[in-house]
Nanobody, 112 residues
Framework: EVQLVESGGGLVQPGGSLRLSCAAS????????MTWVRQAPGQGLEWVST????????DYRDSVQGRFIISRDNAKSTLYLQMNNLRPDDTGVYYCQVGSARGQGTQVIVSA
């Protein structure tokens, strides 16, 4: 059974940084496409970034390109999202996703 547990969210000022983690179990990370999605208050889910199996190619939505970095530690079975130069429009609940499975999410609030 796929299990995903996100952590690392919090309140941060604009321009600040956070690193989100997603502890994963029930599958092999290196062989699996993994994605971060987010949901802003009152909005639907929005794709943020994907890391692909094997060589680990990465994709980012335009608004986070150059600010966010997705990575994984296969030995720790953990997916990460390093978020730098955060902006108020990055506010939302962030989820890691494998197929149709998502964790409970971790909240990020970017505010002065």
């Amino acid at each position: 059974e796929v299990q995903l547990v996100e952590s690392g969210g919090g309140l941060v000022q604009p321009g600040g940084s956070l690193r989100l983690s997603c502890a994963a179990s029930g599958f092999v990370l290196v062989s699996t496409r993994m994605t971060w999605v987010r949901q802003a208050p009152g909005q639907g889910l929005e794709w943020v970034s994907t890391i692909y199996p094997g060589g680990g190619g990465k994709d980012y939505r335009d608004s986070v390109q150059g600010r966010f970095i997705i990575s994984r530690d296969n030995a720790k079975s953990t997916l990460y999202l390093q978020m730098n130069n955060l902006r108020p429009d990055d506010t939302g609940v962030y989820y890691c996703q494998v197929g149709s499975a998502r964790g409970q999410g971790t909240q990020v609030i970017v505010s002065a």
